[in-house]
């Protein structure tokens, strides 16, 4: 039985950069919307020796989710671990899109996969530093609860308490919304995981080179470098080795927690406010 691990959004930056280094030991199973996408991606992990295959998958929807993995487990292989990077920026889509992708998306992944997870499992969902930078009495905690039994309610709330801070923030806020919510229900599910002997982790990453974070570039993420205790953007090995580090067997003890990676970017803002 091959152990294989599910990348999300794996012909982005993040997700590539994790599966070069999860495809040492594991077979690697690319999931994105692109086809063409996916080949190249798959190409180029075969080019170093990886075993590695791809599927289409839309996140949003949920049966397609499950039939991800079902893909994933032919030929009797187990996927031990699963590391959800696919989402949208603020530039990448209306606040409608954003709430599914990131929020609907991220409950479909979890629960196809919570459904066959076992001892050693493990899921590491991406979140973002934006998670981290809401007011929590702005956060419709209460509302995240529908995301799995109501996901249309779900998302219509989150974009409907985005909207407050007018037009040009709208897509924005989604977004740091979604995210806060990647946060609170990865520690939701760390119990349920864990009845089965597996983990669940998020990781926020700040700013980093990648096709996605330089669309936000131009649009806020720059501005951070001021107050940031690290003066660039992250590199997506960097980033790709605390995923990886999450999804593998080693921290057997990391659960229901959030790991924050933004070159101290949070650090920084915190402490210029106070001094």
Same mark, same amino acid.
């Given at each position: 039985?091959?152990?294989?691990? *599910?990348?999300?959004?794996? =012909?982005? !930056?993040? $997700? #590539?950069?994790?599966?070069? +280094?999860?495809? &040492?030991?594991? %077979?690697?199973?690319?999931?994105?919307?692109?086809?063409?996408?996916?080949?190249?991606?798959?190409?180029?992990?075969?080019?170093?020796?990886?075993?590695?295959?791809?599927?289409?998958?839309?996140?949003?929807?949920?049966?397609?989710?499950?039939?991800?993995?079902?893909?994933?487990?032919?030929?009797?292989?187990?996927?031990?671990?699963?590391?959800?990077?696919?989402?949208?920026?603020?530039?990448?889509?209306?606040?409608?899109?954003?709430?599914?992708?990131?929020?609907?998306?991220?409950?479909?992944?979890?629960?196809?996969?919570?459904?066959?997870?076992?001892?050693?499992?493990?899921? *590491?969902?991406?979140?973002? =530093?934006? !998670?981290? $930078? #809401?007011?929590?009495?702005? +956060?419709?905690? &209460?509302?995240? %609860?529908?995301?799995?039994?109501?996901?249309?309610?779900?998302?219509?709330?989150?974009?409907?308490?985005?909207?407050?801070?007018?037009?040009?923030?709208?897509?924005?806020?989604?977004?740091?919304?979604?995210?806060?919510?990647?946060?609170?229900?990865?520690?939701?599910?760390?119990?349920?995981?864990?009845?089965?002997?597996?983990?669940?982790?998020?990781?926020?990453?700040?700013?980093?080179?990648?096709?996605?974070?330089?669309?936000?570039?131009?649009?806020?993420?720059?501005?951070?470098?001021?107050?940031?205790?690290?003066?660039?953007?992250?590199?997506?090995?960097?980033?790709?080795? *605390?995923?990886?580090?999450?999804?593998?067997?080693?921290?057997?003890?990391?659960?229901?927690?959030?790991?924050?990676?933004?070159?101290?970017?949070?650090?920084?803002?915190?402490?210029?406010?106070?001094?």
């Amino acid at each position: 039985m091959t152990q294989t691990t *599910v990348i999300t959004g794996g =012909t982005g !930056g993040m $997700g #590539l950069a994790t599966a070069r +280094i999860l495809g &040492r030991d594991h %077979r690697i199973v690319i999931a994105d919307l692109d086809q063409g996408r996916i080949d190249q991606a798959v190409s180029d992990l075969t080019g170093l020796g990886i075993d590695a295959v791809g599927f289409v998958c839309d996140i949003t929807d949920g049966s397609a989710a499950n039939r991800l993995f079902e893909n994933a487990e032919e030929g009797g292989h187990h996927v031990r671990a699963v590391v959800h990077t696919a989402g949208i920026s603020p530039q990448m889509g209306t606040p409608d899109r954003i709430a599914r992708i990131n929020g609907t998306g991220t409950v479909n992944i979890a629960q196809a996969f919570l459904k066959r997870a076992s001892e050693g499992d493990a899921l *590491v969902n991406v979140a973002s =530093t934006a !998670g981290h $930078g #809401l007011p929590k009495i702005l +956060i419709p905690f &209460r509302s995240f %609860r529908l995301a799995q039994t109501d996901p249309a309610s779900f998302e219509r709330v989150i974009v409907k308490r985005a909207r407050v801070f007018g037009k040009k923030l709208h897509a924005g806020i989604t977004y740091g919304l979604s995210k806060a919510f990647v946060i609170w229900y990865t520690r939701s599910l760390a119990g349920a995981f864990g009845s089965k002997g597996a983990r669940v982790v998020s990781v926020s990453p700040g700013s980093f080179d990648t096709a996605m974070g330089k669309l936000e570039k131009d649009h806020g993420a720059s501005e951070f470098l001021k107050v940031s205790a690290i003066k660039r953007f992250g590199h997506p090995e960097e980033i790709a080795a *605390v995923l990886a580090f999450c999804a593998s067997e080693a921290p057997g003890y990391l659960t229901g927690t959030d790991i924050l990676v933004d070159g101290g970017t949070q650090a920084g803002q915190e402490f210029r406010t106070k001094h």
